[in-house]
Every structure is written in structure tokens, then in C-alpha cells.
């Protein structure tokens, strides 16, 4: 599978909780960045904006794993790639590195849909986006 770097940061301090650490919605909003960056690459940001305001990504699921604690300073960065494909569903996997150790210090696994904004329902994954992205889980 095709791996892209998605993101890449250092921990700010007023991301911090009162255990000194990365706050849990921080990790949240890095994943949430690199969701973003692996969407360009996979070419959804222009097929949605394309479709001018009436399709977006809407997360159905997410599942995150932490394992080492993050503190202020460090840098982190995420590598993203597309596990699976249903008619309807991509399934994403993120993961968190610590820049400097190169540790694995979190996984979110998500799983999303296209979705319609007008109808208010999910949209089956168009076959020439299915078929790049099945492309890249090949890779």
C-alpha cells in the first residue's frame, strides 16, 4: 500500500492537558489534518470541489490507538494510506510518529463516505475514484 506523509508539526504547548501531554482532541485535529493532505493526494479534494458545495467526506468511523505519551516540543509526523474499498467506504489508516525517535506513538483507523449535502445521505465511491484508489492499496 502506497504511503503518503500527511502531516507534519511540533506539539505547542497550549496543545497540552494538565498531565503535560498532547490533550486527546490535539491528536484528533493532527489526524484531521493529515486526512486532509491524503485526500489531495488521492485526488478527492479536487472531485469534491468540483462538485462546488454539494459533496463532502463525512467519517462514519474512527478507532485510535495511543502508545507513547507526546509532550510540548516534540515533533510528530503522520503517514496515511488507504486500506480498503467498499462501494461506498474508504478505510484510512494514520499513523503518528515521534520525529525525533521515530517511534509509532499513535494509529487512527478511519472509515469514511462521499456524502451528498444536499440529500443528506452517502454516495457510491464514482469508478474512476475507485479504481486510482485501488491502484494505491496495490502499491
Known sequence: MKEFLTYRGCVLRWECDSNGHLNVMYYINKFENGGHNLMLEIGLTS???DRKGTLGSVVLEQNIN???EVFEDDVLYINSKVLG???KTITVEHVMFNGMTKEEVAKMRVVLVLFDKVKRR???IPSRIKK???KLIAQ
Open 122 to 124: 452517502a454516495l457510491p
Open 85 to 87: 474499498l467498499s462501494n
Open 132 to 134: 486510482e484508489l485501488t
Open 47 to 49: 472531485y469534491i470541489a
Open 66 to 68: 495511543y502508545y507513547k
